[in-house]
């Protein structure tokens, strides 16, 4: 059976195994957080010099808030230095960022970094690098489904409208494609709320690397077995 031999266009990352990483090692849970920040420096450059179209970072779930009070906001002091830190970065490698979840849930100062960041890097026309913040997959449908319902309701959209395809738009991910290929580090078999909707089809790829130690050597054994898979959506190939 041969592969599709070419390069994902659309990769998302379930970043875990930071707590992991830190107490292998005898350290606090936030160095592993801190330490990630590396890798996501790295494989975010690396993706952009691939041409790739789109990277998709699961950066904070709505599960999140439910750790420890002085660990979620150490996490958001982290979330907004690499906003200020990285838009250097952004602009040298020509990156769009974005943004999908509940960000109105975020604190004031995280919101206004993120604002700026988006707004400055809003003409480049590299890659996109889209941060999933408060973000919930579950979440995600649910807010779509009421705004199609008002939508309905106040007679802008008839209910024989709703398809897949009119539904898509109302997702938080409605201007974007559906990933190819979904890496999740850790080792951990699962999709953890992640982009329900969008995953239907999507390539999954697991590794036991912790995301502090997930580096380009880790990306590109991805990408190669990736291109040995044979991607039939559900059909059959002649």
């Known amino acids: 059976m041969s592969g599709n031999g070419h390069l994902p266009s659309h990769v998302a990352i379930i970043m875990d195994g930071n707590g992991r990483w830190a107490r292998q090692r005898g350290l606090v849970r936030i160095r592993g957080h801190k330490e990630g920040i590396e890798s996501v420096r790295e494989i975010t450059r690396e993706c952009a010099k691939r041409h790739l179209k789109q990277l998709t970072l699961y950066a904070f779930s709505q599960e999140n808030w439910k750790r420890p009070k002085r660990e979620v906001n150490l996490l958001m002091k982290l979330l907004k230095e690499f906003l200020v830190k990285e838009r250097k970065e952004i602009e ?48 995600e449908i ?17 209910l024989n409208e709703i398809t897949e395809e009119t539904f898509k738009k109302f997702l938080y991910t409605g201007e974007m494609t559906d990933p190819d290929l979904l890496i999740r580090t850790g080792g951990e078999m699962r999709v953890s709320n992640f982009l329900l909707w969008e995953i239907s089809y999507t390539e999954l790829w697991v590794t036991p690397i912790c995301w502090p130690d997930f580096r380009k050597e880790h990306l590109e054994e991805a990408m190669k077995d990736y291109a040995r898979r044979e991607r039939r959506f559900g059909g059959l190939q002649e």
């Open 92 to 139: 040298e490698n020509n990156i769009r960022l974005t943004a999908i979840g509940r960000i109105s849930g975020l604190p004031e100062d995280v919101q206004r970094e993120l604002a700026i960041s988006i707004e400055e890097s809003k003409d480049n026309t590299g890659m996109v690098l889209c941060l999933a913040l408060n973000y919930g997959g579950r979440s």
């Open 142 to 158: 649910v807010d779509a489904a009421k705004d199609i319902a008002k939508s309905v309701k106040d007679g802008k959209m008839d």
